[in-house]
């Protein structure tokens, strides 16, 4: 089984920041892809960031986020991390981290959520 854990979501003032973090664990054999989500209420999940992992690894952003946001990973502990600066009101959402897991070398790549954790950015 492959659980991911996520913290660090919380309650922070217009143009603070927060660093949300998800960490892997279980039977994994790779990791292709770590992906941070965002749904606000009453409207669809969007991708908010992502790392696709290979000899150098590439990140994209949404442009609502880029230079405020920032996406990395430590591939020892199987984390992924979003580090959230300069955070409007806009941003307030349940953010979710997906990761591509291959589980060994006979299974194929799948997709794996974190439970999500909420971030409300309100003076």
């Known amino acids: 089984q492959v659980q991911l854990v996520e913290s660090g979501g919380g309650l922070v003032q217009p143009g603070g920041s927060l660093r949300l973090s998800c960490a892997a664990s279980g039977s994994i054999f790779n990791i292709y892809a770590m992906d941070w989500y965002r749904q606000a209420p009453g409207k669809q999940r969007e991708l908010v960031a992502a790392?696709?992992?290979?000899?150098?690894?590439?990140?994209n952003y949404a442009d609502s986020v880029k230079g405020r946001f920032t996406i990395s990973r430590d591939n020892a502990k199987n984390t992924v991390y979003l580090q959230m600066n300069s955070l409007k009101p806009e941003d307030t959402a349940v953010y979710y981290c997906k990761l591509a897991i291959q589980k060994d070398i006979f299974t194929t790549i799948q997709d794996y959520w974190g439970q999500g954790t909420q971030v409300t950015v309100s003076s």
């Open positions: 790392i696709t992992i290979t000899s150098i690894d590439s990140t």
